[in-house]
């Protein structure tokens, strides 16, 4: 049975101002009392060249480098833990609210709710592999390939599924503009320490703020530091996990 997952959130309104009645309008102003000021900043020609150039070599070379030989590990690995595809292929929001396919490799047993209900802590559609591929976002790697396709940056604001898009853009005006940049593997929330389920209106709205702020100050060096900082992440994840297991060996 599907769960109902509709956040019903309630927008703060200031008294003393009327809302604008058109959405471009309403947008602006719910981000003008978040932010103060909106600031309007659009790259040069120049950045979204040398992003795309970025993107195509980071990804081409981790696709031949390491998804040459990860990827047959890893789908062993998937199809021993549980029935199903190697591959989950799922509908997510893209640039200006375009769809495209989002590939992971899959994490869960295959369900009827993956495309309306986020995945928890302790989720039972889980299976074991895929605990580890979440823990370490070995899952995630599979989204080189649409960098490489031009459906996702390295660097942006996380895709969220259709019916998540639909349900926080009814409830927060200024969300759709997160969706006037491509949408990336890791970004400004993420290395927040905004990442995984969302819960609650307060977490939803400081991940769209950090969305919104690297949208105002996108840069080749921001966009480098936000991959640097997301790679030590990683690493320092991977080495709990491997030592959580040494740990547990030794006991």
Request: proline share 3%.
């Amino acid at each position: 049975m599907k769960q109902d997952t509709t956040l019903n959130f309630e927008i703060e309104r200031s008294s003393s101002q009327a809302i604008p009645l058109t959405d471009m309008a309403r947008i602006r102003y719910m981000f003008y009392e978040m932010d103060q000021v909106y600031l309007d900043h659009k790259p040069s020609a120049l950045y979204f060249v040398a992003k795309r150039v970025m993107d195509v070599v980071i990804s081409s070379v981790f696709i031949l480098l390491i998804m040459s030989w990860l990827t047959p590990l890893l789908a062993l690995f998937i199809k021993l833990s549980s029935k199903g595809p190697v591959f989950f292929v799922q509908k997510r929001t893209g640039l200006y609210g375009s769809e495209f396919n989002c590939y992971k490799f899959r994490t869960m047993y295959v369900n009827d709710d993956a495309d309306v209900m986020q995945v928890s802590i302790n989720d039972k559609r889980i299976t074991g592999i895929g605990k580890f591929l979440r823990i370490t976002h070995l899952d995630e790697t599979a989204q080189f390939i649409n960098v490489l396709l031009g459906d996702m940056s390295i660097v942006g604001p996380r895709p969220h599924m259709l019916f998540h898009t639909k349900n926080y853009s009814d409830c927060i005006p200024y969300y759709n503009l997160r969706l006037e940049v491509k949408p990336g593997m890791t970004g400004m929330a993420q290395i927040k320490d905004y990442i995984g389920e969302i819960n609650g209106e307060r977490e939803l709205r400081k991940r769209i703020q950090w969305d919104i702020y690297y949208l105002k100050h996108r840069s080749i060096a921001l966009d480098l530091g936000i991959l640097l900082n997301t790679a030590g992440k990683v690493i320092e994840k991977c080495g709990q996990v491997l030592s959580k297991k040494d740990n547990q060996v030794e006991a």
